[in-house]
């Protein structure tokens, strides 16, 4: 393997999940200000594995960028590659997403989610001068509840998930808690609402309903409507990242902190901004809720405003009309499956 540095000296970052949506972003993100970056993913079929492959082409053309396929979960192989690579900066992105896949398949989570973010946990506190870890949480630890005039706050309680999902990512916050106060290292967990743009993930509603839009197919609408998400430009959410990642907390300190847009927004007016960007109407099917769904997401970001400066830029008029410029570049006529 061998140790990487990049031109100002620094030690290379680890992203877990590279080949993902916002592992990629990050990636470019970081290599475009100087960075090294070790990149590990294990490529599975949760979602069209060519859309992965393509992200990863993208990084592998950029110098500073090395990639190793790697299963998070296999704790020997994550603390070997840290030591080898003199890896003191983790960015850990990668995990079973989704909160419907989980009612199906709850041990896939219990694998990546559980066991892989102690794998990254144990290679942190083997790593000599460890400087932070900065992980992915989920806005999703909230559970359902209604919004009010202001967003969720982080001292808010977390103890009811309605989902599997949401019960591994509150999981991930405990066990970094208690390794933040056993090992002495920095870390930060960010709490993602939901993130769209371009390279984003199929399973997400507004990929899923650009595809049977463009294809003339009628769209499944969930909670009848009413649900709201605070929908996050994926560059806003990089921004957000790489400033919590310079700032790390004090030593045995672990920090959770909100990351999202602070505007949600209700499903219906999601469509019709969708169908603007598209210049299509789509034919609609009005659903019940789903299992494990949640009403609305509402971020209050003051925390990670404070620390950074971080001040969303990107409307979703403007985010949905890039994305939909990238699916048409990228599908043409060819859209996925």
């Not at 009612?103 to 001068?129: C, M, T, V, W």
């Not at 309903?209 to 990089?238: C, H, N, Q, S, W």
């Not at 990642?245 to 999601?270: C, F, K, Q, T, Y």
Request: glycine content about 10%.
């Amino acid at each position: 393997m061998g140790k990487q540095m990049n031109e100002a000296g620094k030690d290379p970052v680890l992203v877990t999940g590279a080949a993902g949506f916002i592992g990629h972003a990050v990636s470019c993100r970081l290599i475009e200000r100087g960075e090294t970056v070790v990149g590990i993913d294990n490529l599975n079929d949760y979602y069209d594995p060519a859309l992965k492959a393509a992200r990863l082409a993208n990084l592998q053309g950029l110098a500073g960028f090395r990639f190793v396929e790697m299963d998070i979960a296999d704790a020997d192989d994550v603390k070997a590659l840290v030591l080898a690579d003199g890896i003191r900066r983790i960015i850990h992105l990668a995990a079973q997403a989704g909160v419907r896949y989980s009612i199906d398949n709850p041990f896939a989570y219990q694998k990546s989610n559980l066991q892989g973010h102690l794998s990254l946990l144990e290679a942190s506190r083997h790593a000599p001068d460890f400087q932070h870890l900065v992980y992915a949480s989920s806005s999703s630890v909230y559970g359902d509840k209604p919004m009010g005039g202001s967003g969720f706050t982080e001292d808010e309680p977390v103890n009811e998930p309605v989902s599997l999902y949401a019960a591994t990512k509150r999981s991930c916050e405990l066990m970094s808690q208690s390794y933040a106060k056993l090992y002495g290292f920095p870390q930060t967990g960010l709490r993602f609402f939901t993130v769209y743009g371009p390279w984003g993930r199929p399973d997400m509603a507004y990929f899923g309903f650009t595809r049977k839009i463009l294809a003339g197919e009628p769209i499944e609408v969930y909670g009848e409507g009413r649900m709201a998400r605070d929908f996050t430009y994926i560059d806003d959410i990089v921004d957000g990242i790489l400033g919590a990642l310079d700032r790390p907390p004090e030593r045995e300190g672990h920090r959770i902190l909100n990351i999202g847009d602070s505007h949600p927004v209700g499903l219906m007016a999601m469509i019709e901004t969708l169908e603007t960007a598209l210049g299509v109407t789509a034919s609609k099917i009005m659903r019940p809720m789903q299992p494990g769904d949640v009403t609305a997401t509402y971020a209050d970001v003051s925390r990670l405003h404070a620390l950074t400066g971080y001040q969303p830029k990107v409307m979703l008029e403007e985010g949905l009309q890039r994305f939909v410029s990238w699916y048409r570049d990228f599908y043409g006529n060819m859209p996925p499956k």
